[in-house]
C-alpha cells in the first residue's frame, strides 16, 4: 500500500501506469456516456409535468455532482503538496482545475436553459445558483493564479491555500437548497429513504453520473500526462521513453 | 511522521477549519438576504419590507387563480399553509404554473396588502416521475394512444 503511494510520487512510474489506466477508462467511459445518453434521451419516460425538458438533468446533474467532488480532489491534492511537498499532487492540483471549471460552467448552462421554461427565469440569484458560480471562480481563480507566478513551486503554494481555503464552499452548495429558502428544488436522490425521482429515471441518472465520474477521471489523468511531458521535456526518462517508441 | 510535516498538517487544518468557520458566521449573518423569498407568514406578520421590491414565495391556493377576460392581469393567493397573500401579475405565467404548485412572486406590496408582482417564477419540486406513475397515483389511468404531456 504504501510502496504504491510512493510510486505515484515518482513522475516515470506514474507516465507509465496512467497510460495503462486511460487504455482501459477510455472505451469504459465512452460506453457509458452513450448508453447513459440513450438511456435518458430516448428511453426514459417523460416527466408528468415537464414534459421531456426534464431530460436535461441527464446533463446538468452530472455535471453539477462531478464539479463538486472533482474540487475535493483539487483540495485534497492542494493539502499533500502543502505537508509533503510533493510534485505530483501539484500536477494533480493543476490538472483538475479546468476540468472542474469546465464541468461547473456546463452545470450552470444546462441549468439556465432549463430554468428558463421551467421557472421562467435564465438566471435568479438564489443560494444554489450563486454557490455554484463562486464554484465556477474558485476554480478559475486557481488556474489564473497557478500561470500569474513565474515560480511554480511558489505558484503551487498559493494556489493550494486558495482550494483549501474555498474548500468550505462545496457544503454550502451541496445544503444550500435546504438551509435557505431557495428556488432550486431540493435534492431529489436521497441515500437514505426512497427517491423522490422514478426508479425508471433514477437508473440512467445514476449510469450518467457514473460516466461523469470516469470522464473527469480519463480528462483529469490526460491532462497530468500532458503537464508531466511539458515538465520533464528534458528529462533522462522521457527522452529514454520517446526513444523505445 | 516528521516533525515539519505534521507541523504543517496542523497549520493546514487550521487554515480550513478557520475559514469554514469565518465564512460559516458570514453566511448565517447574511441569511436574510441569502433566503431568495419571504414566506407569506412574515410577510403577513409585516417581516418584509414594504419600502422595495421583495419576493414571496410559497404555493398557489388550489381555485384561487383568476384570469381576466380583457387583459393578460391574474390574481392568485400564495400560502405556506400558516398564512396567505394576495398576488396581482399582468404578463406571460410559466409553464409550470398551476394551483397546489410552487411559485415565487417579485414586486411590491401596496397598502392592502398585496403583492403587485413584476416576475412570476414557478418553483419545481423534486418530485420527478412518468405520466402513468403520476396518474395511478391519483387514482385514474392515463388515456391510451396519446402521449401525456402537461
Redesign the interface.
Known sequence: MWTFIHKLGSPPWFFGFSGTLVRWLLPVTVTLLLVGAVWGLLVAPPDFRQGNSYRIIYIHVPAAVVALAGYYVMAFAGAVSLIWRIKMADVTMRAAAPVGAVLTAIALVTGAIWGKPTWGAWWVWDARITSMLILLFLYLGVVALFEAYENKTAAARACAVLSLVGMVNIPIIYKSVDWWYSLHQPASIKFTGESAIDSSMLYPLLLMILAFYCLFALTLLLNMRAELLWNHRDSGWLKQLVGDI | MHPV?KQ??I??SL??VL??AA??LV?FAL?DN??????PADVVAGKAPTDRSIRL?GMVVEGSIERSETDLDTTFWVTDYEASVPVRFSGI?????AEGEGV?AEGTLDESGMLLAT?????????????????ALEGKTAPQGQ????
Open positions: 510535516r504543517r498538517l497549520l493546514v487554515m480550513v475559514s469554514s465564512i460559516g453566511a441569511r441569502i433566503n431568495l423569498f419571504y414566506p414565495g405565467l410559466p409553464d409550470l404554473f415565487v416576475q412570476v417564477l414557478a418553483k419545481h419540486d423534486e418530485n420527478y416521475m412518468p405520466p402513468e406513475v403520476a396518474a402521449p401525456v404531456l402537461p
